[in-house]
């Protein structure tokens, strides 16, 4: 039987984004800048039960000045 499991991934709008690099500031746990200044997401998704993370993506999607993250929910089947 498979079980549902919730994870967390933080993901950038390439479209807003302008490459301010403050999100990797605010959250650098989550967050590195590729060589232009936008952010990649190299340890994503993570668990809900990370609380550390999910402040630190909080943090960033509150302080992106083009307001270009967001925090989504995936479920992941597991056996």
Not at 30 to 55: A, C, H, M, Q, T
Request: proline residues 9%; hydrophobic residues 40%.
């Amino acid at each position: 039987m498979k079980k549902r499991n919730e994870l967390l991934q933080l993901r950038v709008n390439p479209i807003l984004c302008d490459g301010f690099g403050h999100c990797a500031e605010l959250a650098p746990d989550l967050v590195i800048l590729d060589e232009w200044g936008y952010p990649i997401f190299p340890d994503s998704p993570f668990s809900p039960g990370e609380k550390e993370r999910i402040r630190s993506a909080h943090l960033a999607i509150r302080g992106c000045p083009r307001q270009a993250l967001v925090l989504e929910r995936l479920s992941v089947d597991t056996k």
